[in-house]
């Protein structure tokens, strides 16, 4: 049940301290399970303890790949398989979203790491001026490009009144000290020149409803919402994505708002939390410094 606006959001040492309370975990994967460099091997733990105890855990990512491309990458942070149940991903629903006949064509913006997302899609990647939708997965370069690199691109997506498919709807992530532009931030610049958006992750219904599905199947009964808990560490998707599902949310405070809470200087500073709850839209249930048992 979310916390009432008054309610501060108990901070907790593990997982283990609210999982009697829950049936399933729908868990974010970058900022909870590593943040880009490096992997955290107490989440992966945490997550594989909830299972052993008959839970289960479903990855829920907005990455724009789909989820067998996810695997690998888990694998090469080293974490357990045994951690996790599935994964949903946004770029699942990008892909069912491209397949359900409303656009002929799509012109795709983003990076050459995300190719795989249209693997085997039938609709062609056509030029700018022929395509029904853009379809947006990130930065070419993300390393040295910011959401303002694209203006240009955005005045000429503008000209043809083409609508946005945001295929990673977050805006900042955490790349080891960190934060650099995703998908999400072009998007919101093009929805405030006036373009028209569509996202297909968090904190969005579909990636959400996705997720149950995917846990009911493997529970073969339908998820509880009320025995469900999200784990991620942005507000602005994780936590309003769960408040708006009528789940759970354990909120992660060393991850893309270390800074904003003071955490990249040492520990958590009296009040500071307090202060920052005041500041935000939806307030979390739960609170722990990194995910682990």
């Not at 909870?32 to 992966?44: F, K, P, Q």
């Not at 357990?80 to 002929?104: K, P």
Request: net charge negative.
């Amino acid at each position: 049940m979310p916390t009432s606006p008054k309610t501060i959001a108990p901070v907790i040492s593990g997982l283990s301290a609210v999982t009697d309370s829950y049936d399933v975990i729908l868990c974010d994967i970058w900022g909870v399970l590593h943040n880009g460099i490096n992997g955290y091997r107490a989440a992966s733990d945490a997550l594989e303890q909830f299972r052993k105890l008959g839970g289960r855990v479903i990855l829920v990512s907005n990455a724009p790949r789909p989820a067998e491309d996810i695997v690998g990458i888990l694998d090469r942070f080293s974490l357990s398989r045994q951690a996790y149940d599935g994964i949903v991903t946004s770029g699942d629903v990008t892909r069912t979203v491209l397949m359900s006949g409303e656009w002929l064509r799509y012109h795709w913006l983003g990076p050459e790491r995300d190719a795989g997302l249209f693997k085997g899609l039938t609709i062609p990647n056509v030029a700018l001026d022929q395509a029904d939708v853009i379809v947006c997965t990130g930065l070419h370069d993300d390393e040295t490009e910011t959401a303002e690199n694209y203006r240009g691109f955005i005045n000429e997506a503008l000209k043809r009144n083409l609508p946005m498919l945001c295929a990673n709807p977050d805006i900042v992530v955490e790349r080891g000290n960190r934060l650099i532009d995703c998908a999400g931030a072009i998007a919101k610049l093009y929805e405030e020149e006036g373009g028209s958006t569509l996202y297909a992750g968090k904190p969005y219904p579909p990636i959400y409803k996705a997720a149950l599905e995917l846990a009911s199947s493997l529970t073969g009964k339908a998820a509880n919402p009320a025995r469900t808990l999200a784990i991620g560490d942005a507000i602005r998707t994780d936590i309003a994505g769960a408040v708006m599902t009528g789940i759970g949310s354990l909120f992660v405070l060393n991850g893309i708002h270390m800074h904003e809470l003071g955490l990249s200087e040492g520990s958590l500073e009296n009040g500071r939390y307090e202060a920052f709850l005041e500041t935000v839209s939806h307030r979390p249930d739960y609170s722990i410094a990194h995910l682990g048992w």
